[in-house]
């Protein structure tokens, strides 16, 4: 009560405590007398008084009116504040407290207290868990001053410890407490979190509650449960939290192996991952292709460290927080991630890096814990994802309730395998410009952005066609069967272009063309505001070769795969950043016109879809015209989170963690839909957009695809699907099964 | 026929035509004879045979249709479509065609052919004013082949022509037509631009439209028709475009002056102007100060160009379109502005400027004329503008009809003056952060957004204290009895940041502080994209200081000029960018407390609003949550409009021109507002606002709170005021009665 209600600090009693037992000799509380507890009583009132300048109160309303306030004061301490972050746990909601007579398990040998789980909370074992102590208080268990014991006869056996269970050396009162288990777990058809008191040999039960799990426990439990007739199917559905899953889905570190803590970072993207340090994403490439495991460690990436990222086992970043370039493309990889590691600064002149005190340089050993934050110096040993068992059991539970389809974020053949693994029914989102950056295509993208006119873009997009068709064939291969929506080239031009001098020399070299015009034209093509400049449909309305040459690289790719497999797949083709229904009417002529030259030329016509993403506030309010247009509607939550609020996800880092303290965000809106402001766009969008055409396709390929609660609100407006990045199907395929349950 | 009708060259017939004239010694066509006619039309149709590769088509049914078919291809032709883009008509109105039978005005002496109106269209004097020709057609007189003569005698006279007037050539006719022209202007209450045409002595009206005419005849006109009874004041009001107005309130150039012609550049602020040339914004300052007339020339402007800007006479820009930096600024100021002159270019090392084959240096003359875009070399004559007269009574009947208020945008004496004379009713937009980069105090700021810590801060923000205090108490003083809306720190901060290494330099020296620390703190506060970055409100909410200091110079200043002048000036305190109820919550409690405590220094209250910016989409939406802490909403259609529609009027040149010919955009959508999309928002904005407070007050201080069309939708849905800059007011006080009449 001192430390809690007071604020003074615990170590202040516990000194004078520890002299009277020291001076008296004296080992365990329970060998102080009665007069040694009275001393100890004027003592701390005189340490009150001391500290606080008042003494300690005596009126009995007045000591539980200060302890009921310390309870609600408790809500916002900073302990509290980091706790409700990291559990997102709105600020909002407040705290209760509980006045009630209390019972006491330090009365002497025949009292005890504990703690205890029905099943083992870390692998959801059916067997009872737990600690308790002979004479002592709840919280001499929790506040690890004595060590607890262990509550079976099995465990401690199991631990080779010495001191009596409570199975052993209280069995009446154990048998009774196992009887209350089992009550109490076939009440609450849960696994329960229980406080308990034996006061002179009777026991009192103090709290349960639904026990808190790891997410491998929840997972065997659900399963278990529905097993043992415990719970339904649907209830097994709703105890597992998807977010969890998302720890099963990657390789851990090996709990038991040594770990030399060199410092720690975000943890940006789960899973974890050893390698050698590699400090650009080339020499990433290189190495990776010698089947060297390399850690790309870099300040920050950008679009040009893909092919490295890729390359990697995983990525290190000084700069950037959880939705930087680097933690987004690393979580649609897969790859685990530690970004913002602020004590991390790397010399690219001696290719070293430091941390702390510590300084090691390319090629060393390194591993990251994505799920943590953690970086540790040398190799840890990992355990690999079980995927079958009680995981699958659960996925084909989901998969029978869920409504939505769950597609996946992908463009390449490998991510797309992956999500077919992970039970994604179609692609919801193929970036075609990330294909762009691949290393034996950038110059000829280059020399196709700096083409001083229309022939010489077509010239270059000549080259670049064989190519994006290759890309595409292997995708349709891949997704037989399933559909695949393709997005025509979104970004602003000049992203692809170099930065860096030695890149201006490289590209001057191959494309013959002057350092300084290179760089007249990139400064020309640079842009205040490249989010809100010249991107998306805007390149298609003024470059259409660009548009037209993917809708042929396309449709020449979907015949082929129709060609040779027999399986004709149905692309689904979609003009990103559409305002109006003028730029989309535009662009669908041009990819239709495409469409038919290609199905002449091939003799041979198939089945496809234009349509369009949603991602700019103007076009969801617009949808009922824009539908005219459109045979589907993709939900760009990423791009109509930034224009709505208008922040920029790139900026947002200064300003969004005092915005989330603060409670003007609830959760980072980037991570989870802001439903009440952007949310409110995407219901008219649903509403306007099947007013006009009732089929009209629906779906979300924003990172908010992979958000559970997202993904409810999706099932609540009737979306069609959602698609996340590949590792987050999983999490996609339960959360959409648990809305579905819900509505 | 030929030309516009097969598209072939008019000088191909033209040619044939002179050679027979000069064989012939003929000087007029009338001289030919029927004989050369037929020679004429045999040659006429070898020529189309040869250059058509087909013969001149012999059927009236097929010269009709391909008559017809010219005319609707008209529409789509170049010229059209730039008429149209100058004229604000939308291509898709279309044409149509009437076909009726001919008379013909070239049948002889006693035929004749002319155009006229019932009043002069330059001046609006209350006399018939036209041309005519005696045996032509119409298409002798408007295409200048023939020189055609007055149509009165009393023109004829006044201009010292020898070539006889309709009035004495053909008495009859010429009555008869002053007696159609009474007739037409009666019935249509309007001045008539009519086409006519004498048939062998009998006159037949061709046709009658109501006249194009200057901003001055407009105005006369309709003064002078309600004065004679033609009219009454809402028709005035109505026929008044209120656009050309804008004309009207800047000097003219002397049309009799001679000219030295330089270039042209686009008429991004009306106006014109004379002065020595000056290349850099402190220069401007420098030379202005010492009573010289400048212009200020830069390849394009920005932020810390401001002060140049003021201290200019005009602005001549390089760079940028009728939306850039330089132009909005310039209206705002009233200033005029020619910007984007392709044709120029900037020497900074030899101080000189070229345009084509001219070579001009600092200290030269120069003229700028913003109507018409045109720059020329020397001195040009001005002309002043008639603000009283036939201004003034239009004005003063159009106050009488319109509902909303005008304010103004403003944010210096000498403007908030300019603005109360074009008769604003308050300023609905003052820009603290323009007094911020006044060359006085741009150090201090500068200093104050480097600092390291909240002391830092708080330490500068105490020297600007004062001088923001004069700037408010200033404000108030010339805006006596009108409430005021001040508007916080609304930019990002690196917009205030030295962006030259000689600044850099400069900067160190003043504060002390390296000028590598300079940089690398200007660094970390880059933004990729700053209009959504951290700005408005997320300044106040992160560094509560500023907007506190802000908050205190309001009120200390509110109180003095209270004091003084005992006439308590009410200011509108608004937060800019708030996406959140919260936000506004936060920032109007900071604002309450500081001016509480204000109050209690001063001993006195004072009443104040406190309200909020709608720039975001998420402001609209959630409009009916932040009207409960705003006491007023003022619409920020330029940010609204940029996030709406996900376009940055920065880098919006590259597409918004291809965007506009191709009828995405009727108009450019930061000229006049987006109505369908942006509309949208605003209105619900409006809706849900009053929905929660009733007597919320609503305007819109954005550039479209000074477009007519903007302003006939903002009284549609029921605001309370526009403000546009000082220059549009009267332009809003017409446009606002007009829309009030409409309604």
């Given at each position: 009560m001192p430390a809690v209600v007071l604020g003074l600090e615990h170590h202040l009693f516990e000194e004078a405590l520890e002299i009277v037992k020291e001076d008296s000799g004296y080992r365990n509380d329970v060998e102080m007398t009665e007069a040694d507890w009275r001393g100890i009583v004027t003592q701390y009132k005189g340490i009150v008084e001391v500290e606080l300048g008042r003494a300690f109160p005596q009126d009995v309303s007045e000591q539980l009116w200060d302890a009921i306030r310390a309870v609600f004061d408790s809500w916002d301490s900073d302990r509290a504040k980091v706790y409700r972050r990291l559990n997102d746990i709105p600020g909002d909601w407040g705290t209760a407290v509980n006045v009630q007579a209390m019972v006491f398990g330090n009365m002497g040998v025949t009292s005890a207290t504990g703690v205890a789980f029905t099943r083992d909370p870390a692998t959801g074992e059916k067997a009872y868990y737990g600690e308790w102590l002979v004479n002592a208080q709840g919280e001499d268990v929790v506040a690890g001053i004595r060590t607890p014991q262990y509550l079976t006869l099995a465990a401690r056996k199991r631990a080779g410890a010495k001191p009596l269970s409570m199975e052993e050396a209280m069995p009446a009162s154990y048998g009774e407490l196992a009887a209350v288990f089992e009550l109490l777990e076939k009440h609450y058809s849960d696994m329960q979190d229980i406080e308990f008191t034996v006061e002179r040999g009777k026991l009192w039960m103090l709290q349960t509650r639904s026990g808190k799990r790891t997410a491998k426990a929840a997972l065997k439990m659900a399963v278990d449960m529905v097993e043992e007739g415990l719970i339904d199917e649907t209830t097994a559905i709703r105890r597992v939290d998807p977010m969890a899953l998302d720890q099963l889905l990657h390789p851990t570190l090996d709990p038991k192996a040594p770990r030399d803590f060199l410092g720690r970072g975000l943890p940006a993207s789960p899973g974890a991952a050893s390698g050698t340090i590699v400090l650009d994403a080339d020499t990433a490439e290189k190495r990776a292709e010698l089947g060297e495991a390399v850690i790309l460690v870099r300040v920050e990436t950008s679009p040009e460290d893909i092919h490295g990222m890729h390359a990697a086992k995983g990525i290190l970043t000084a700069r950037g927080g959880m939705t930087s370039h680097a933690a987004v493309v690393a979580r649609g990889m897969g790859r685990p991630c530690v970004s913002g590691a602020s004590g991390l600064s790397i010399d690219m002149k001696t290719r070293t890096l430091r941390m702390g005190t510590r300084e090691l340089k390319e090629g060393d050993l390194i591993t990251l814990d994505g799920a943590t934050g953690e970086i540790m110096a040398g190799m840890v040993s990992t355990v690999q994802p079980e995927l079958a068992g009680d995981f699958a059991t659960l996925m084909e539970w989901a998969d029978r309730y869920r409504c939505m389809k769950v597609r996946a974020n992908a463009e390449t053949p490998a991510d797309c395998r992956m999500a077919r693994e992970f039970g994604a029914e179609g692609i919801g989102l193929c970036r075609t410009e990330h294909m762009f950056f691949e290393a034996g295509r950038i110059?000829?993208?280059?020399?196709?952005?700096l083409a001083q006119d229309e022939a010489g873009r077509r010239a270059t997009l000549e080259k670049l066609l064989p190519e994006q068709r290759a890309d595409f064939a292997a995708i349709f291969t891949v997704m037989a069967g399933l559909p695949v929506t393709i997005r025509l080239l979104d970004p602003p031009l000049h992203e692809f272009l170099p930065n860096r001098d030695a890149e201006f020399a490289a590209l001057s070299d191959t494309i013959g063309i002057g350092v300084d015009t290179l760089k007249r034209r990139a400064d020309e093509l640079h842009e205040m505001n490249p989010m809100l400049g010249h991107r998306g449909c805007r390149l298609g309305i003024t470059y259409p070769e660009i548009y037209e040459m993917q809708a042929r690289a396309i449709f020449e790719a979907a015949c082929d795969v129709a060609e040779e497999s027999g399986d004709a797949p149905v692309p689904?083709?979609?003009?990103?950043?559409?305002?109006?229904?003028?730029?989309?009417?535009?662009?669908?002529?041009?990819?239709?016109?495409?469409?038919?030259?290609?199905?002449?030329?091939?003799?041979?016509?198939?089945?496809?879809?234009?349509?369009?993403?949603?991602?700019?506030?103007?076009?969801?309010?617009?949808?009922?015209?824009?539908?005219?247009?459109?045979?589907?509607?993709?939900?760009?939550?990423?791009?109509?989170?930034?224009?709505?609020?208008?922040?920029?996800?790139?900026?947002?880092?200064?300003?969004?963690?005092?915005?989330?303290?603060?409670?003007?965000?609830?959760?980072?809106?980037f991570v989870s839909l802001d439903i009440e402001g952007v949310g409110q766009l995407v219901e008219l969008a649903v509403q306007r957009g099947r007013a006009t055409r009732a089929d009209i396709k629906l779906g979300i390929c924003g990172e908010h695809g992979g958000d559970p609660a997202s993904i409810t609100f999706c099932e609540k407006i009737g979306l069609d699907y959602v698609s996340p990045s590949p590792f987050r199907v999983p999490i996609a395929r339960l959360a959409a099964a648990q809305a579905a349950l819900e509505k």
């Open positions: 110059s000829s993208v280059r020399q196709m952005i689904e083709v979609m003009i990103p950043l559409v305002a109006t229904k003028k730029e989309l009417a535009i662009l669908k002529k041009l990819v239709d016109e495409t469409a038919a030259k290609v199905f002449a030329e091939k003799c041979r016509t198939l089945d496809y879809l234009v349509g369009t993403m949603i991602e700019l506030p103007r076009a969801a309010l617009m949808a009922g015209e824009i539908a005219e247009e459109a045979k589907f509607f993709s939900f760009g939550t990423n791009d109509l989170t930034q224009t709505t609020l208008g922040v920029s996800r790139d900026d947002a880092a200064r300003f969004l963690n005092p915005y989330v303290e603060k409670g003007i965000f609830l959760r980072d809106p």
